[in-house]
């Protein structure tokens, strides 16, 4: 099909769309489309930092939460820390003499008798802290007899003494030691002893020995 154009030339140039205005309608349309999406887009964008930041706030609650109830147990750990020192403190600085008496009196042997107690603990007033000595917080001593004149005897009641925890205290990281009769001493000296005829025993020959215990310091040192 053939189409005409009867309008004159002159008219026919007004006629036709300019391309300069073409080109800048086509433009400005291109320009309002990528504004239009570029809003759309940054629209969705906040949006989801908004539900990111809604949910890093509970987010931060619940760490909040967390944190505070760490607080509390950090709190009770501390408390019950102090009080377990304080137990320490007072089971470390006192001696129940009336159970070690009973404990001395269950490790005695039958042939070893004691005739004499004699004890002092010092006051606090009294320590010297000397870096050359052990410090000590008073002493026990005995005063005993052996029966017989068997040297072993006297030896083997003075290991008994000392032996009693000896071994498993020096694996011991707690202050508070084992309940038995030497875990409250630092040193027991060799004994001191020499023959002696008591008349009227089967065995007339017996071992008198006295040895001294020292007992451990009940006062911390200060720094």
């Not at 930092?49 to 949910?55: D, I």
Request: hydrophobic share 40%.
């Amino acid at each position: 099909m053939i189409r005409i154009n009867l309008l004159p030339k002159e008219l026919q140039h007004a006629a036709q769309t300019p391309a300069k205005l073409f080109i800048t309608v086509l433009a400005c349309v291109a320009l309002g489309l990528v504004l239009v999406c570029t809003y759309i887009y940054f629209w969705f964008s906040v949006i989801v930092f908004q539900e990111r930041v809604e949910r890093k706030k509970d987010e931060v609650e619940q760490l909040q939460k967390a944190a505070a109830e760490v607080d509390a147990l950090l709190d009770d750990i501390a408390e019950y820390k102090e009080r377990e020192k304080a137990i320490i403190s007072i089971k470390t600085n006192r001696v129940l003499w009336s159970k070690k008496l009973d404990e001395l009196t269950r490790i005695t042997p039958s042939y070893v008798w004691i005739v004499r107690l004699d004890m002092r603990e010092l006051d606090p007033s009294e320590y010297k802290w000397d870096q050359k000595q052990t410090q000590t917080g008073g002493f026990l001593r005995l005063k005993c007899y052996s029966l017989g004149n068997d040297v072993d005897r006297m030896t083997a009641y003075r290991k008994t003494l000392k032996s009693a925890d000896e071994f498993y205290l020096k694996f011991m990281q707690e202050q508070v030691k084992p309940e038995n009769f030497y875990s409250d001493f630092v040193n027991i000296t060799q004994p001191e002893w020499r023959l002696v005829l008591l008349k009227g025993f089967r065995e007339p020959t017996n071992i008198r020995f006295s040895v001294r215990l020292d007992l451990r310091p009940l006062v911390e040192r200060k720094a």
